[in-house]
């Protein structure tokens, strides 16, 4: 359980992060909250020769917003930070639940949101509610900025898009729409530190009518590599309300899009049974609070 | 509640030992370090099953830092908890059986070098075919044997039988025979096992510090492993962790620190990291069980057949005595007229199953609670009906020869029954809520040692003086059950003081005097009936030099609020210290001993007279009892179970320390609870285990506690010292039933195999659903 010996690294500036890890290539692993790296160092699975600790760099740390376009959060940011951030919970709302239910309380104080991303696990909590958001990834590296879409950026378990000397410094979320709602939720075996078998996210748009579905996005987390998108369920519930049978449809396209596995908590049968049933859960919870009633 | 005199017993009082452990400040063994200290690592086994053909440690010893290696072969003597099957060595010798098992051990100056050293022992193995399921290991074994002294890969079977069950069935009007599969669960206590050794070479003598709930035995085994005498060894528990007997035997930890201590003339430490705890187990036996029970017309039980095959893993542990326990479950808490049970304790390529809180019990208890509910149904009655007609009471003995001297078991039932609305809401709420009832019962202690003595089971020093008070000596362990607060009170109210004035010295096998552990609920009964005799002594005493102050016969004194009083003119009385200062300025320290012997009941079929092979296990100076209800509420659409509530009232006698009771009945519930819906080690088809870690073998957290309504039953039992009884494994017993038989009540499926996950829920849904 000893760590192999490494180099250490604490970088003040972005600036200095972006040098150090050009310099150092693969050589270096990004420290950040450290909750998956020290782990898998402990089990020998990673002997990163350098470690780049990026957490005394500010502007990696902040949550900004800006009215009418939209909020910043930096890599660094804690997973608890983001849970008791009252701008996430009133904006991002299923990013908000997703925080809160990554972890225990030590590992949420410990672990950040470009973590979160960055290890690619296929059960992370965060990167479905992003993607449902429309969050962006910022890279950067010495030879400057490129942006994506979260869900391009997880590439598959334990594969990103970041290259050698690169480095995810932020997320960005457009502003949501009026009469917009996200929801999350997750199956596991139990109410708290728990590894999801499925989560979900979805961000619901509505029309003035405050009852035809406008624009939506759906996330499916833990039933493939990468964070799923729904593919087909837009096109079956824009421009119309919510029925019944239209949420019975959308779960249905969900489970046929689904690309689950068995493992050790749960058998890939369940997982896309449970599919269905978290798409019908948070499409009727995101509708219900983008039309501003109360939740079923 | 209870007896209304006692003003130190029956106080809620917070455990002596809780500031120091909540604060972080308790010293718990691998806290110690002791200069020269060394560190030890175990080189464990990649395959379940294989021959050792080769050890090379030449590497190793090369690392700079590394200080010595061990293998088996320095050590081979069998140690085991049950004298009669002992066939564990400190370090496999020849032969693995488990994988992890352990094959070398290494002490380093620190334990960077010595867990790198362990990758630079080389050992080579021939792998065996791996028997991993309890029936493939008997069909097989003629083919692999795990052990050479168990031809048909058993550790051991038996056969008992009470009175005439054929006939009884015979003439039964309800008869009922079902299966049930129970899991292979581990006790998660929060400290892993460590030990550290101190071997002193100059004198040939052995220190040990260990997080052990049972010093006496291990200073057994110590003797055997070492090959020293018992007097040059002592063992030391400093605050332990936790352990719901998964430390009621010696651990390989504690081995292999003493050996390489002698071996380096350094203290030596070794401390298990959460996979080695998950690796050396000694959990619960999963049991694959087909009973059959038989009513009357009445619905009056007339015979139990119990059939239990268990799977024991790869060695012999507390195996036998937990065997024997399971088919003595049967003939409590109901009359059972006519028994027969055959159980049988097979051997697999898995680490080896053992005790653990309520051993014996929870297993037949899960089957017979569920089964009774079901015949209930068939009869058209409620179970509370049908549990209360059968309950036993005072005075009642079991064909097998169980004695129970008191019982308020049909008080728990009623009281669980009245305070949580079981009979309003049964059978009546929407489908998916559902209400289940169960009961229980377990040991307050056993009858015999484990290796056959006539010595006491527990003896008590009492030390009185002007300098240090009242000290209890008792080599007890205090494993977090609360022990040392409970013989403070006990000791207290026997010498008319107050609990606060009292000093417990415990958990040393040099400084305390005789324990056989903590293990079988049977502190607080033995240590209360040797602090009684002990105090009576001290009492005698001072009551002649205060007899002679207050000017009365000393037979006329009673000890009251920390005064000698006389009984008859009150208004002659002298504080408690003046009374112990002249005593000790006239005579010296004053001291009191007191031993505890239970006594040695027979396991015999009362029906004929005759001996039954085994059925001595089981018996225990009295009982206590349990009953829950519980009530749980499906999610039909992702079948996960989410307990609300649970209503809860047990008879633990008179209760020394209402606050420390409620504590072990909240901690039963959660630690049973977990059997019920949540834990499982599981292993790959090759034998190793796949979720050896707190992060995917899931305990219960704090976010799963049902709401918890508990009452403890106005109890006391005359025939026990203080009128106790126990409390940490009763509470066990009802809570898997009780959950089944609710979840029974809330979707219509009864399910006989644990633990009862989502999937299966949903799974059985559908079947349902189609049928």
């Known amino acids: 359980m000893y760590l192999n010996d490494f180099e250490y690294f604490a970088p003040q500036t972005s600036a200095e992060a972006l040098s150090l890890a050009a310099r150092l290539g693969s050589k270096a692993k990004i420290l950040a909250g450290g909750t998956d790296l020290l782990i898998m160092m402990k089990e020998k699975i990673l002997k990163p020769e350098c470690l780049i600790n990026i957490n005394d760099i500010q502007e990696f740390k902040t949550i900004s917003y800006v009215p009418g376009q939209g909020a910043v959060i930096g890599a660094a940011v804690k997973i608890s930070a983001l849970e008791h951030d009252s701008l996430i919970k009133d904006k991002y709302f299923a990013l908000h639940q997703a925080a809160g239910e990554l972890g225990s309380a030590q590992v949420r104080a410990m672990a950040t949101v470009g973590g979160n991303s960055c290890h690619a696990s296929p059960a992370a909590e965060t990167p479905p509610p992003l993607a449902a958001l429309g969050a962006r990834v910022v890279i950067c590296s010495s030879a400057g900025e490129k942006e994506m879409p979260v869900e391009k950026f997880i590439l598959g378990n334990r594969k990103t898009a970041l290259g050698e000397g690169e480095l995810l410094t932020k997320f960005i979320l457009p502003e949501p729409a009026p009469r917009s709602a996200s929801r999350y939720a997750y199956i596991g075996l139990r109410d708290a530190m728990e590894i999801d078998a499925v989560n979900m996210a979805v961000n619901l748009v509505l029309e003035e009518d405050c009852r035809t579905v406008k624009n939506l996005k759906l996330v499916m987390g833990s039933v493939s590599p990468v964070p799923l998108v729904a593919e087909k369920i837009p096109g079956i519930l824009i421009g119309k309300e919510l029925t019944d049978e239209l949420l019975a449809q959308a779960a249905q396209a969900a489970c046929d899009e689904a690309k689950p596995i068995s493992d050790i908590r749960a058998s890939a049968e369940y997982r896309r049974e449970m599919v269905a049933v978290l798409t019908r859960r948070v499409l009727k919870q995101a509708f219900h609070a983008a039309a501003g009633l109360k939740e079923a | 509640m209870g007896n209304p005199n006692f003003t130190q017993v029956g106080r809620s009082v917070p455990r002596v030992d809780g500031p120091a452990k909540v604060k972080g400040e308790a010293i718990y063994t691998d806290d110690m370090v002791l200069p020269r200290m060394a560190y030890g690592k175990i080189k464990r086994s990649p395959y379940a099953h294989a021959l050792i053909k080769k050890i090379d440690y030449s590497k190793a010893l090369a690392l700079p830092g590394v200080l010595t290696v061990i293998t088996g072969e320095e050590a081979p003597n069998k140690w085991g908890i049950v004298p009669q099957t002992a066939n564990e060595v400190a370090l496999a010798v020849g032969k693995v059986r488990y994988h992890n098992e352990g094959v070398a051990a290494v002490a380093a100056i620190d334990e960077e070098t010595a867990e790198a050293a362990l990758d630079l022992i080389e050992v080579e193995y021939e792998p065996l075919p791996v028997l991993l399921d309890p029936q493939e290991s008997m069909r097989r074994a003629n083919e692999v044997k795990i052990h050479d002294d168990a031809p048909e890969n058993i550790l051991h079977s038996g056969d008992q039988l009470f009175g005439d069950p054929d006939q009884a069935f015979a003439a039964c009007t309800y008869i009922l025979e079902r299966e049930f599969h129970t899991s292979y669960v581990n006790h998660a206590f929060l400290e892993p096992q460590t030990a550290l050794a101190s071997y002193d070479v100059q004198n040939d003598k052995l220190q040990l510090w260990s997080s052990t709930q049972v010093p006496h035995y291990l200073h057994r085994q110590l003797s055997i492993v070492m090959e020293m005498p018992m007097n040059k060894i002592r063992v030391t528990v400093p605050a332990v962790g936790g352990a719901f007997g998964g430390k009621g035997e010696a651990s390989p930890a504690d081995f292999c620190a003493a050996l390489l201590s002698r ?342 079929d009362l029906t004929r007279g005759k001996r039954v092979q085994g059925a001595n296990i089981g018996h225990s100076p009295t009982f206590g009892f349990s009953s829950q209800v519980w009530e749980v509420d499906v999610d039909l659409e992702t079948g996960k179970i989410r307990v609300e509530r649970v209503t809860e009232a047990g008879d633990c006698g008179q209760a020394v320390n209402p606050m420390s009771v409620d504590g072990q009945v909240e901690g039963s519930i959660m630690f049973a609870m977990g059997q019920a819906l949540y834990e499982e080690m599981k292993v790959d088809d090759q034998g190793k285990m796949i979720n050896a870690s707190l992060h995917d073998y899931k305990v219960p957290t704090a976010m799963e506690l049902p709401e918890m309504n508990t009452t403890i039953v106005d109890s006391y039992d005359p025939t026990a010292p203080f009128g106790v009884k126990e409390s940490g494994e009763g509470p066990v017993q009802p809570t898997i039933p009780a959950i089944t038989n609710a979840i029974y009540d809330a979707i219509g499926v009864r399910f006989t195999e644990l633990p009862i996950t989502p999937e299966k829920v949903l799974q059985a849904l559908k079947e349902k659903n189609s049928r």
Not at chain 2, 403 to 423: D, F, I, R
Not at chain 2, 442 to 463: C, N
Not at chain 2, 468 to 491: D, L, P, S, Y
Not at chain 2, 563 to 575: D, L, T
Request: hydrophobic letters at 35%.
């Open chain 2, 263 to 604: 071996k380096t003339g350094r203290p030596v430490k070794v401390t298990y990291e959460r996979s080695e705890v998950f690796a050396t187990n000694k959990g619960r036996h999963p049991c694959q069980i087909k009973m059959k029970i038989g009513l009357n017309k009445d619905g009056y039980i007339q015979a139990v057949d119990f059939d239990n095959t268990m799977d024991g893993g790869a060695y012999a542990g507390w195996g036998m005595v937990v065997m024997f326990y399971t088919a003595s479950m049967i003939h409590l808490p109901y009359k059972v007229p006519n028994a027969h049970a055959r159980v049988r304790r097979v051997y697999t390529n898995k680490p080896t199953c053992g005790a653990m809180r309520g051993l014996g019990g929870i297993q037949p208890r899960y089957a017979m609670e569920c089964m009774l509910d079901e015949m209930a149904e068939m009869m058209g009655v409620s179970a509370y009906e049908l549990k209360m007609k059968n309950a036993v009471e005072s005075g009642y003995r079991s064909v097998s020869n169980l004695h129970v001297p008191h019982s308020e078991y049909k008080k728990c039932l009623q009281t669980a029954v009245e305070k949580s609305g079981y009979l309003e809401k049964h059978g009546k709420l929407p489908f998916g809520k559902g209400i289940g009832l169960a009961g229980g019962y377990y040991i307050s202690g056993t009858a015999y040692t484990l290796y056959q003595a006539y010595k006491p089971h527990t003896t008590v020093l009492i030390r009185v003086d002007t300098e240090g008070g009242v000290t209890v000596h008792c080599a007890a362990a205090e494993i977090g059950q609360g022990c040392n607060t409970v013989m403070a009170q006990m000791a207290a109210e026997a010498l008319g003081i107050r609990f606060e004035d009292v000093h417990v010295v415990s958990g040393d096998t040099e400084l305390g005097t005789f324990d056989l552990g903590s293990f079988a609920s049977r502190l607080t009964y033995a240590a209360g009936a040797a602090i009684k005799e002990a105090a009576a002594e001290i009492n005698l005493k001072l009551k002649e030099t205060a007899a002679g102050m207050v000017g009365c016969r000393a037979d006329q004194l009673e000890i009251k609020d920390g005064r000698f009083c006389s009984i008859f003119e009150p208004r002659k009385n002298i504080e408690w210290e003046k009374v112990v200062d002249l005593y000790t300025n006239s005579v010296g320290t004053l001291v009191g001993t007191g031993h505890f012997s239970p006594p040695r009941l027979k396991g015999i």
